[in-house]
């Protein structure tokens, strides 16, 4: 079950915000302040973190600025609440990280439409980052490859072009797209050098290189089961 922080000076308001949640099926923890918020975080980062711009000890932007500048907190989802109504308010809190933000007064459906948009939203951009196909893994923020949890070192096209199959599984990725999307051309003489890249990714793969297979005339698939 997914933790959501709420950082929230109106009691009123937070309890409202926490018994929506929780009977959405989230577990959540209140606070009034920034400072009990830092405290409990040092402790355990949540999933999701809905944040008031008007606090008594420090205002939401300038925790947002912080939590995006810590490697723990940095890709925290977040949306903040505000009554502020303005379009520069708005504008400023999705400039310094914020991941949305929602305008009080709200009502309790679309705090839990937002929640569960962002939550999903940043379900996919994880799974992204971490592709498995068979014995590949490729940690997309560290830019790691591993075949049977051996490390693989590519090279910078090699790693684009694994990471484009990867991401196309099962799919034929044709030759033009492949030339478009690693190469930015789609120069027909560039195509032997897409077939010399094909050949030496699949010697690094080792046992694995079989899985990339070539669809004659039309470009080149990887194959194999997801997990």
Same mark, same amino acid.
């Given at each position: ?24 099926g989230y577990e959540v923890q209140g606070f009034e302040c920034a400072a009990a918020? *830092? ?11 809905? !944040? ?5 000890? @420090? ?9 995006? &500048? ?28 914020? %991941?949305? *933000? ?15 948009? !962002? ?14 196909l068979g014995p590949i893994f490729m940690d997309d923020e560290k830019r790691t490859v591993f075949v049977n %949890? @051996?490390?693989?070192? !590519? ?9 484009? $199959? ?13 030339? %478009? ?12 050098? !897409?077939?010399? &890249? ?23 698939? $990887?194959?194999? @089961?997801?997990?």
């Amino acid at each position: 079950m997914a933790m959501i922080y709420i950082v929230e000076d109106d009691e009123n308001i937070r309890e409202i915000e926490m018994f929506a949640l929780k009977n959405a099926g989230y577990e959540v923890q209140g606070f009034e302040c920034a400072a009990a918020f *830092y405290a409990r975080l040092k402790e355990k980062v949540p999933a999701l973190v809905l !944040l008031d711009i008007m606090l008594p000890d @420090e205002d939401g932007l300038t925790i947002v600025k912080k939590l995006r &500048h810590t490697a723990e907190t940095r890709k925290l989802p977040i949306i903040m609440a505000t009554a502020k109504t303005t379009e520069i308010d708005k504008v400023k809190g999705l400039d310094i990280g914020a %991941d949305d *933000y929602i305008t009080k007064p709200f009502g309790v459906m679309e705090l839990i439409s937002r929640v569960k948009a !962002l939550m999903r939203r940043s379900r996919g951009m994880e799974e992204e980052r971490m592709i498995r196909l068979g014995p590949i893994f490729m940690d997309d923020e560290k830019r790691t490859v591993f075949v049977n %949890d @051996e490390p693989c070192e !590519l090279t910078y096209k090699e790693y684009e072009l694994l990471k484009l $199959l990867l991401l196309n599984a099962g799919i034929v990725a044709s030759r033009d797209m492949i030339l %478009d999307r690693v190469w930015g051309t789609d120069f027909e003489g560039e195509s032997r050098t !897409l077939d010399m &890249h094909i050949k030496t990714l699949r010697q690094k793969l080792g046992s694995a290189g079989t899985m990339i297979r070539t669809v004659r005339n039309v470009g080149y698939m $990887l194959t194999g @089961e997801r997990s």
